[in-house]
């Protein structure tokens, strides 16, 4: 697969970010049948053995779908792999994504030159993300196709930089396949990423307040009913930086306003009971919430945004 085959079978372009934890076979069938890209992480599928189930109920509804459905296919999925040290799965999962021929893979911590061979012997496409210029000119000279560019104000672990910078300083070097995170929660900011350069938005929040998101309710009605300055930024929780929601921590019995710094030595995942767990107790989410109102089913969700998308460019075109 290329870059113009995906865009082909996508009818938004829209990339739902993998959810640790909260992403599922479910959700992901329902956002490709939508026609955005569906993830997931490989680590979400516990145990291993699992993630071959999640991919042959992937591969097999989406391929009765399409037989169903020829004028109107569904979009390509995604897994995300861990390339941190920490991942002890990292070559199992590969392997699987290999045999099931996964259309896109996404890569997170570190970019292995001999994973995206792996993934492009089949024929696979890899996007790494990075929150910088140089962690994006690595993954690039790594190998990887395409970039997710990890803004301010994404949910989960994030960067500092603004989506203008990032954005246009990646362009001046990089012709390639561009998703853009950070704060995308409605139509008309999925316009702006391509209109900034991006190819692609690249969403997460949004799609842990739907019907099939693997989230507690309330983690769900938590993001309906909270707004941009209730996101707090710190690595405590993994060792790595990211953004999670206000409440989560109070609710934990922390101070948000008064956290600790980690060592990057940290990193984690949650597994550290001296302190709550990420993704589990404490809640990541990103600064677009304000967005957010009301729990959805994931293909009313895309569609929700696919008209917000559609006016928006209709209002800017005239």
């Known amino acids: 697969m290329n870059i113009q085959e995906l865009k082909a079978r996508m009818r938004l372009p829209v ?13 992901v069938i329902e956002q490709c049948k939508a026609g955005v890209v569906g993830s997931f992480p490989a680590l979400n599928a516990r145990p291993a053995e699992q993630l071959r189930e999640w991919l042959d109920k992937i591969t097999t509804e989406l391929a009765e779908y399409d037989a169903k459905n020829p004028d109107a296919p569904s979009a390509p999925f995604a897994v ?9 799965r990292l070559q199992h999962d590969l392997e699987m994504c290999v045999e099931f021929k996964v259309p ?16 492009h012997s089949y024929g696979g496409l890899v ?23 990890v803004a301010s104000g994404a949910g989960g672990h994030a960067g500092q930089q603004s989506p203008f910078a990032l954005v246009q300083e990646t362009r001046q070097w990089f012709d390639g396949p561009i998703a853009l995170s950070g704060s995308i929660a409605n139509g008309g900011a999925i316009l702006a990423a391509q209109a ?9 929040t949004p799609f842990i307040a739907t019907a099939e998101a693997r989230a507690e309710q309330a983690y769900k009605d938590m993001i309906c ?9 710190s690595n405590l929780f993994t060792g790595v930086w990211g953004n999670y929601l206000k409440p989560s921590i109070e609710r934990a019995g922390m101070d948000p ?9 940290a990193m984690n995942f949650g597994s550290d009971r001296e302190k709550p767990k990420a993704w589990k107790e404490i809640w990541g989410a990103g600064q677009g919430i304000g967005a957010i109102s ?20 209709a209002k800017i075109t005239g």
């Open 15 to 27: 990339i739902g970010a993998p959810l640790f934890i909260i992403s599922n076979p479910d959700l």
């Open 80 to 88: 995300n792999q861990i390339v941190h040290r920490s991942n002890d």
């Open 104 to 119: 896109v893979v996404i890569t997170s911590l570190g970019a292995r030159p001999e994973l995206n061979e792996a993934v």
């Open 127 to 149: 996007f790494h993300d990075v929150i910088n210029q140089t962690f994006a000119r690595k993954a690039i000279e790594k190998g990887a196709d395409g970039l997710v560019l």
């Open 196 to 204: 900034m350069g991006a190819d692609f938005a690249y969403i997460g």
């Open 225 to 233: 009913a909270s707004a941009a300055d209730d996101i707090v930024y």
């Open 257 to 265: 306003n008064a956290l600790e710094v980690s060592s990057p030595d």
């Open 294 to 313: 009301e729990v959805l089913p994931a293909g009313e969700l895309v569609a929700k945004f696919s008209g917000e998308y559609e006016a928006q460019k």
